[in-house]
């Protein structure tokens, strides 16, 4: 029977015949291509042959369902009143793509066409024909009215596809349309729910003069060694939305924006006529309008051509849920910039995006409206500007926002989060030890120093914190800078509730040390071997006087973690410490903070306790220290 369904697909396949260049006649770069001039005849050469330029085309396996597919679309349009659904059981699939060109899902039952995958239905893109065809995983051009469901698993097989040394061919651009996983192209009105498409030739999701598309749950997770290979790509969209995304990529995570990423591959292109030799004495010219014969057929098929992916503006693209991973910008490494015009895009709105690090490199730029709401670097909700994983330039108007853990909306703040902290004991107990990882802050006075600092030997059990923050951000010296601290409690049943207390705080350098050395950073700072300084009345500055509360926290370091936390902001007025730093240049900024009762211990949330899995239970992001300014 397969050998029967191979004869079949054999007879109704063909090679291109050889057809008058749609160049002849014409002189490219200064090589008269001859009038008449003629593509080569092509001819069907063995599956398993490499680096297949077109005319020639591999002859279809015997599980091919290329021509099935095509003959289930037609019989789809052909039976609008009656059919409105093609459907992929649990099985595997091998083909050329899922594509549906020319199909206004409106005149179908129920208006609109659906496409939906069984859950273990894998639909895998076979060697395609040809180094230069056009078959994406999906392909959804000049198309309304689609929606795409189930739980299948699209593979665009990009790998075999882009290997030349075994079975595929060379990814040579100059050859070639740009082609990704799934690409909307000229259509509007298009759904995806759990679409699920791996191993793409180039972008994974991607848009161009494309409508109305919504992407639900979508997952795209690609190899590092495909070329040029990002997460979501909408070019030339408007009203595009995408909510619950992951994917895997070796460049951009997100891209969007009003550009032709095909024009590079257009016959009068410089880049192409160039590697075939045109306007030398051993121009290729078989070879160039051979590969002009590709691209017109692409052009013919797809009903434009390159220059015409992408012909209108972007606008209204919204993001949420989302998890982009890039491997590195720009795999060329020319950096290059662009010295076209761009009209901006109207609206972005990111929401609930994950970025894995922070890194600058990423921008939003020429964009009249956008908003950021809870972005997260590293797992961390983004509360304060220095945080932000991009830059952005040529926006009318931002907006960036967090959701705190009241629930409410709030405005990212200018300043910084703490880049470390800690807590160091004069106990004979805690001298040696680091508490950079603890989940609180102490302070206690000994009161030997005005802020228990001169403390040595003895009995005493002085407690003192430090926080530091980066500076790098600031691009002037600020009006105002408030250090931000959340209490927790106190320590001592036997102090009531109205005592009062009081914050000190003083910049410290972490090069000269009480043990005499020039190195105690946070991470490795203990009592013996910390930031020596003398506080003076004039060298500090003070919050305003706070009541201790009813709020008690037990001493020791876990015992606390469930614990209530009182939640008061304590601030301090630090201006004019980070307006020195910022004037001498300093990077960052390292305070040493006490407290004024000699008969108090208060504690105050960490980093590590305001987020992360082992963090205080009752803590929230927003409690961790950090430091506002004002411009």
């Known amino acids: 029977m ?56 591999r002859v279809m396996a015997a599980n091919d369902d290329t021509y099935a597919l095509q003959a289930a679309i ?27 060109n020319g199909v206004d899902g409106s005149k179908l039952k129920g208006g609109k066409l659906k496409v939906y995958t069984d859950e273990g239905a894998l639909l895998k893109n076979r060697v395609q024909a040809y180094m230069e ?33 075994s079975s595929g061919d060379l990814h040579d651009a100059y050859r070639s349309q740009h082609q990704g996983g799934v690409m909307v192209m000229h259509s509007s009105n298009i759904t995806f729910n759990d679409t699920y498409e791996r191993n793409a030739k180039q972008w994974n999701y991607e848009t161009h003069s494309a409508h109305s598309v919504t992407f639900n749950n979508i997952k795209a997770l690609t190899p590092y060694q495909q070329p040029w290979v990002d997460g979501t790509d909408f070019a030339s969209g408007q009203d595009i939305t995408a909510n619950g995304v992951f994917t895997l990529g070796n460049d951009d995570a997100f891209a969007s924006g009003h550009y032709n990423p095909s024009n590079g591959f257009t016959p009068l292109a410089s ?41 209108e503006d972007s606008k209204n693209i919204s993001v949420s849920n989302t998890l982009n991973y890039g491997y590195a910008p720009n795999p060329d490494g020319s950096g290059a910039t662009y010295s076209y015009t761009k009209s901006p895009i109207g609206t972005v709105n990111l929401d609930n995006v994950w970025f894995s690090k922070q890194n600058t490199g990423n921008t939003i730029t020429g964009v009249t409206n956008a908003t950021l709401n809870n972005l997260r670097v590293a797992g961390q909700l983004v509360e304060y500007t220095t945080q932000l994983p991009l830059t952005t330039s040529g926006v009318g108007t931002l907006t960036t926002t967090y959701t705190d853990g009241n629930g409410q909306t709030q405005n990212v703040k200018a300043g910084a989060l703490t880049s470390g902290d800690t807590w160091v004991g004069a106990w004979t107990g805690d001298q040696t030890s680091n508490n950079s990882s603890d989940l609180t802050l102490i302070t206690r006075n000994t009161g030997v120093g005005l802020m228990g600092e001169q403390y040595t030997t003895g009995s005493g059990d002085g407690k003192l914190s430090y926080v530091q923050f980066p500076l790098g951000s600031l691009t002037r010296s ?36 009480t043990g005499g ?48 936390i009182d939640g008061r902001d304590i601030t301090v007025d630090i201006t004019s410490f980070v307006q020195n730093a910022y004037a001498a240049h300093q990077s960052t900024l390292l305070l040493a903070v006490g407290d004024t009762g000699t008969n108090h211990e208060l504690r105050f949330v960490s980093s590590e306790g305001a987020t992360g899995s082992g963090k205080l239970t009752n803590a929230t992001a927003d409690m961790a220290p950090g430091l506002t300014v004002t411009p």
């Open 2 to 57: 397969q050998g029967q369904l191979a004869d079949q697909l054999s007879a109704a396949q063909t090679a291109p015949a050889a057809t008058t260049s749609s160049m002849a006649g014409r002189t490219v770069d200064g090589t008269a291509i001859p009038a008449g001039q003629k593509t080569s005849a092509g001819s069907l050469v063995s599956a398993s042959s490499v680096n297949v330029r077109y005319p020639n085309q």
């Open 74 to 100: 037609a019989t789809i349009k052909a039976n609008p009143t009656a059919l409105n659904t093609l459907y992929f059981p649990n099985g595997t699939y091998v083909w050329s793509g899922l594509l549906v």
């Open 133 to 165: 065809a056009f078959e994406p995983a999906i392909g959804i051009i000049g198309s309304s009215n689609i929606e795409i469901d189930g739980r299948g698993v699209f593979d665009d097989n990009g790998v075999a596809n882009y290997n030349a040394v």
């Open 271 to 311: 880049g192409v006529w160039n590697n075939f030799k045109l306007g030398t004495s051993s121009a290729d010219v078989q070879g160039y309008v051979n590969a002009v014969g590709a691209y017109d057929t692409v052009s013919d098929d797809l009903g434009f051509d390159s220059n015409e992916w992408d012909n």
């Open 478 to 513: 600020p009006s105002q800078a408030t250090l931000h601290l959340t209490y927790v409690g106190h320590r001592y049943s036997s102090v009531p509730s109205t005592d009062t207390d009081q914050l000190l705080v003083q910049p410290v350098s972490d090069t000269t040390c």
């Open 517 to 564: 050395g020039t190195s105690c950073p946070v991470n490795t700072m203990t009592w013996q071997n910390r930031p020596s300084f003398t506080a003076t009345s004039s060298s500090v500055a003070k919050s305003d006087t706070f009541t201790l509360g009813s709020t008690l926290i037990p001493e020791g370091g876990g015992t606390h973690q469930g614990n209530a």
